[in-house]
């Protein structure tokens, strides 16, 4: 009796464990299922307001039939309250609000997605202490455990046990790499062979039809510069080296490259044609860094890039063809959208304050080449 009662106990448990993971999967099995074109969505930046933007995204991504969302880093402001947090608890002190940041952005913002799988990448605020790399490694491990990056990182090597903050997996013949430049230091050597294999090994795989990379700071010389891994002498020199490896892949391949940021808080395409470049040279790439946080001011010389918009929250769907070539439409969140759930426990005032005053002057200067 006692060893059928133990047992229920760890098939309970189990169940507990799995049930999420297994629903997380069933959507994608869906969607493969129907063939031809399909979606995913992406957007970065959700701290400050995150709280109350993010709901509303989780329900435009679900009501688009994506098959994940990617988010691109920035959860929590960290190094202070974010707006929302505030909201509900006005009494916190600062070391309470460390405590519970994480927590809060699984319970508000990556919750509402449900059985939706989330895929997560690193950005700075989740580096600026008390939190390090291995605070975010305990904390997202269900995340970054997902069954398709697991499959994955064995797939490429079944002797690696390792949890990285960096990752890819292959979906519907596209390669997704989750890369991180979220410290000054990024990109090591580590992740620069590691990324290097795995260019080497989509080259080879007639499988593989398409490459996106998702990370949070943009790559060196974009129009976004002063905001992105311009910011460090390693950050640029490994920045363009990932370029130029991205670029060569391309052009030996054939295969199309799609690069995707977020960091500066506005939305942005074409981000990669500047003067620092030849038109042949511009690999199309987004800057989506509106799911909540405090608002910038677009770069003064806007000359090359696409669409720019600020002062809006939202995420970009991206519509994969058959062929494997893409195309990414920015979705706004207005205030509407916040469903009435969040409203109701955050208050109207703040909702209206999320989108009247969340704003910031600051303007990232646009790219000033350097020798390369």
């Not at 709280?51 to 691109?72: K, Q």
């Given at each position: ?101 994480w927590p809060d952005f699984i319970e508000h913002q990556l919750k509402p997605f449900g059985g939706l799988p989330v895929y997560l990448a690193l950005g700075n605020h989740e580096t600026i202490p008390p939190k390090t790399r291995s605070d975010y490694l305990a904390q997202f491990a269900d995340w970054l455990l997902a069954p398709a990056l697991e499959a994955q990182r064995l797939a490429d090597d079944p002797g690696d046990h390792q949890l990285r903050t960096y990752y890819h997996w292959i979906e519907r013949g596209v390669d997704f790499v989750t890369l991180d430049n979220a410290t000054a230091d990024q990109f090591d050597s580590a992740q620069l062979a590691w990324l290097g294999k795995v260019l080497d090994r989509d080259a080879a795989n ?167």
């Open positions: 009796m006692i060893a059928l009662k133990q047992h229920s106990i760890r098939w309970r448990c189990a169940a507990a464990l799995l049930g999420p993971l297994l629903a997380a999967a069933l959507p994608v099995a869906a969607a493969a299922q129907a063939g031809g074109s399909w979606r995913f969505a992406v957007s970065g930046d959700s701290r400050n307001c995150g709280d109350v933007i993010m709901p509303a995204i989780a329900a435009g991504v679900r009501a688009d039939h994506a098959a994940f969302y990617w988010h691109l880093g920035d959860y929590r402001a960290i190094y202070d309250f974010d707006q929302d947090y505030r909201a509900l608890n006005p009494k916190a002190n600062i070391s309470q609000y460390e405590a519970a940041a007639s499988g593989v039809h398409t490459l996106v990379l998702g990370m949070h700071e943009a790559l060196p010389d974009s129009v976004s510069s002063g905001h992105s891994m311009n910011e460090s002498p390693a950050g640029a020199a490994s920045g363009r080296q990932v370029y130029s490896a991205l670029l060569k892949f391309h052009r030996s391949s054939g295969k199309p490259v799609y690069v995707l940021a977020s960091h500066s808080h506005f939305v942005m395409s074409n981000v990669y044609a500047t003067a620092c470049r030849t038109p042949q040279d511009v690999l199309p790439g987004w800057i989506v860094g509106t799911a909540g946080a405090v608002r910038y001011r677009l770069p003064k010389d806007l000359a090359g890039s696409g669409e720019h918009r600020t002062d809006v929250y939202g995420y970009v769907l991206a519509t994969v063809a058959a062929g494997g070539d893409i195309q990414f439409e920015f979705k706004p969140v207005t205030a509407p959208d916040i469903p009435a759930a969040t409203v109701k426990e955050f208050t109207q005032p703040v909702v209206d304050a999320c989108f009247d005053d969340n704003k910031a002057n600051y303007v990232p200067d646009g790219a000033v080449c350097e020798k390369q």
